[in-house]
């Protein structure tokens, strides 16, 4: 691994940060909150984290190899761009193995005020992961009270699509085009809850069917209702509205399935591809308040 990580620019030309260097922020534009070699906003945080070593708690599961190089930033302004923040994850296969069928997963629980009451749901064009309230007030002492707003999160950049797979990933109607990126390929939520197949992963099985589409009982998402009925078509997006391309035509939301309002998480993923040993993948994320 390399000695310096966080980007920085070296002002001396001596590949070590010091004397005038300093941290390698966008200030012309240049990497247009796409490139992983700057910083960017009016205020950042970056951080990197890995899963070498120690006990899988969470999932169980055994270390696979990953670095990931994250910034998370904001800009102060005095329009709508200041309810944004953005999240830009620079993904690193450090390990000696191929990873086939590979997914990327942003998680969310969004907790959105009083987080008992909240319905999920995605735009398929412009993947975006959305929650709001499942009424008119949002109430207790956590509630935003009456006009709750909404949030969502925004998938930018995916990651880059595996060459000559035959996928339009991007959904633009070109197949295979070179350096296209796989946006929003599943969208899943769960209930905070536990012992159900629409409920909290426990084991990696649990957390990979998730990024895959499936429930934890390993059947398909299926559209319409609650997800489940293996008597409806497979889908891949859960409360599309009417923005899912393969049912035209249709509108699907929590309220059509007559849901009742709770702890809703979700989960957009992107995938499958594969990320060989060395390889780096990057994904930028927008939350909109």
Known sequence: TNEYLAPFIDVDGDGIYNNSDYPAYDLDATGNCSSEDYLYGDQSIWWVFNDAGNFHGETGGTQIGLEIQAQAFAYKTTDVLSDMTFYNYKIINRSNETLNETYFGQWVDPDLGNYLDDYVGCDVNLGLGYCYNGDEDDGTAVGYGANPPAIGVDFF?????????GIDNNGDGVVDEPGE???????VYYNNIQGTPDGNPNIAQDFYNYLDGKWLDNTLMTYGGD???QNNPVCNYMFPGDTDPAFPGQTWTEQTAGNVPDD???????GKFTLAPGALN???TGVVW
């Open 227 to 229: 997800g489940r009925d």
């Open 282 to 284: 990057t994904i930028t």
């Open 264 to 270: 809703r998480r979700f989960l957009q993923s992107a």
């Open 181 to 187: 990126q796989i946006i929003m390929s599943k969208f």
């Open 157 to 165: 950049r995916g990651p880059l699509a595996d060459e000559n797979d």
